[in-house]
Nanobody, 124 residues
């Protein structure tokens, strides 16, 4: 069973950048469907980006507007999922989670695995 640990969150100013990491252990994630979610206080958890194998990643409308604002990627050799976040906005403030499903892009429990999250705070 895969375990996920996020890191890389922090506090940045508007326009700054962060790179989140999600280290996986217990299984190799090469063919997993992997995703980043975020949850802001009082709001519904939102899927930010997902990728599976060699398929083209997909992004939420809120982060895909500007080319290169958010990029999801995976280091298969080191079993790590990344989320590069550029041009950060105040509305990007949230707890960010990574999630994994070995077979399908379905992140509902119990078939999906989740990390504990890493906090991103963007201020003016």
């Amino acid at each position: 069973q895969v375990q996920l640990v996020e890191s890389g969150g922090g506090s940045v100013q508007v326009g700054g950048s962060l790179r989140l990491s999600c280290a996986a252990s217990g299984d190799t994630i090469n063919e997993y469907c992997m995703a980043w979610f975020r949850e802001a206080p009082g709001q519904v958890r939102e899927e930010v980006a997902r990728m599976k194998g060699l398929r083209q990643p997909t992004y939420a409308h809120s982060v895909e507007g500007r080319t290169g604002r958010f990029t999801i990627s995976k280091d298969n050799a080191n079993n790590i999922l990344y989320l590069q976040m550029n041009s950060l906005e105040i509305d990007d403030t949230a707890m960010y989670y990574c999630a994994a499903n070995r077979l399908f892009c379905d992140f509902r429990p119990p078939s999906a695995h989740w990390g504990q999250g890493t906090q991103v705070t963007v201020s003016s």
